[in-house]
């Protein structure tokens, strides 16, 4: 390839440390899709004869045959993707092969093919995304009214539904989802033609190539054009924090499916068993989604470092760029599927849930709330005497609401008969029916917006 101007070959370090192959052969549909408009434009353009660009597309149609059946072949002394399409080619058609070169280089060539394989792996999260926020909101119309005990600090708190905890990870996807788009919407621009910095002298079209392959529009500055990884670095972070998103519904499962809160039992097709205790059903598909989670981020933070001191414009070490990229881009569609799954197959005990949010005075917020708005006490007052209240049915072993009106007008006499109407634990969720509260009618017309929102391809 560029042999004229070494008189000797490059060692076997150095091929080894050069070759690309192995990784970037995944770029190969992008790579023949970009090399196809690029040969289209300079036939349109008489910048090679239309002889040779029809000889170049046919080649490319058979490469890309190929490719599909038997895989990429990885000959490192080509180096990369691009080379190994380039000699294929020659191969096939002859001499017309090394036309496709003209006006471009490999660094507006490989920036052009990994933005198409990044845009594709950004529907790609978009679609299971998608799929997963129809499961949370089927499973959260289900049980839009089932009561389960809310936590903060991961103790008992206050009373909501199963509902509306599980649409509160609806809007973590959605907000997920907006970020990959406004990511999509950054990258659909095309580096074609850029050369290698500094644009070409050949009179070549790039709106021309830039539409064929897609993109909103040619990139405006050539240097940018071909040192730019802002579109795998946004791809990165939004996939780092999907997978974070992930990871603390995951966590919540793996919780939920132990003995001691046993809220959920996970369904056979995503949990194993043990080697050794025949009663283990181990939540690991869930426990990996957690771990996939970390490597994501660490993918983030490893292309940040390799680009944070890189002089314009291409430099090698930008050949790393793609490793993190497709390794995060696998473990996330993994963790998105899992998910699904375990959204839409887990059974929900909803029994063992009401049980436990009756436990650890969780309406003991309702009996607060019920002095200020019946009594007109002073809410830090109020907080004052439910607390006293809390510790007096703590003392004795009992509920809150066990305790008898004596028992609570000792405390305060302003407490009346009615407060035991606000105890409950449907009183309780009943009673939150501010917008995004937790109150089931309330839960029921977030479900409507979100499933509006999902018909409409939101």
Not at 19 to 32: C, E, G, N, V
Not at 155 to 172: D, I
Not at 258 to 287: C, H, W, Y
Not at 312 to 335: H, I, R, T
Request: charged share 25%; with cysteine.
């Amino acid at each position: 390839m560029w042999g004229g101007r070494f008189a000797e070959g490059p060692g076997a370090i150095m091929r080894e440390i050069n070759a690309s192959i192995p990784f970037d052969k995944a770029l190969w549909r992008q790579d023949i899709a970009a090399s196809k408009a690029h040969a289209a434009m300079l036939g349109a353009c008489g910048i090679v004869s239309a002889e040779d660009a029809k000889a170049i597309e046919r080649g490319l149609d058979t490469i890309a045959a190929e490719y599909e059946a038997d895989g990429v072949p990885e000959d490192w002394s080509l180096e990369d993707i691009h080379m190994t399409t380039e000699s294929r080619l020659a191969a096939l058609i002859g001499p017309a092969a090394g036309r496709l070169h003209t006006a471009r280089s490999r660094n507006d060539q490989v920036a052009t093919d990994f933005r198409l394989w990044v845009r594709d792996a950004i529907d790609q999260a978009d679609a299971g995304l998608k799929a997963l926020q129809h499961a949370l909101v089927n499973r959260a119309d289900e049980h839009a009214a089932s009561i389960m005990p809310g936590f903060t600090h991961l103790q008992t708190a206050q009373p909501v539904t199963l509902g509306h905890h599980l649409m509160a990870y609806y809007e973590m996807i959605r907000r997920d989802r907006s970020r990959f788009a406004d990511a999509r919407g950054r990258l659909n621009e095309c580096p074609l033609g850029s050369a290698a910095l500094a644009g070409t002298g050949f009179p070549i079209d790039r709106e021309m190539t830039a539409q064929a392959l897609g993109f909103r529009r040619p990139t405006a500055n050539s240097l940018d054009s071909v040192s730019d990884r802002d579109f795998a670095l946004d791809y990165l972070t939004a996939a780092a924090q999907c997978s974070l998103h992930l990871s603390r519904l995951a966590e919540e499962f793996v919780i939920w499916a132990s003995q001691p809160f046993g809220f959920v039992r996970m369904p056979d097709s995503l949990s194993t068993g043990s080697s050794i205790m025949p009663q283990k059903k181990n939540p690991d598909a869930a426990e990996l989604v957690r771990g996939h989670s970390g490597r994501i981020v660490g993918a983030a933070v490893s292309l940040m470092v390799t680009m944070k001191g890189l002089p314009l414009a291409y430099s090698k070490d930008m050949q790393d760029d793609k490793p993190p990229v497709f390794e995060a881009a696998a473990l996330l569609g993994l963790s998105i599927a899992a998910m699904a799954g375990m959204v839409e197959g887990a059974t929900f005990r909803t029994d063992r849930m009401r049980q436990a949010a009756e436990l650890g005075y969780a309406t003991a917020t309702d009996l607060a709330d019920w002095l200020v708005r019946e009594a007109g006490v002073p809410f830090r007052e109020a907080h004052h005497i439910t607390g006293a209240a809390v510790k007096l049915a703590e003392s004795r072993g009992v509920a809150l609401e066990a305790l008898s009106l004596a028992d609570l007008q000792a405390i305060d006499g302003r407490i009346g008969e009615g407060v035991y109407r606000a105890l409950s634990v449907e009183a309780s969720v009943a009673a939150r029916a501010s917008h995004g509260g937790t109150a089931p009618d309330e839960v029921r017309a977030r479900i409507a917006e979100a499933r509006e929102a999902l018909e409409m391809g939101g």
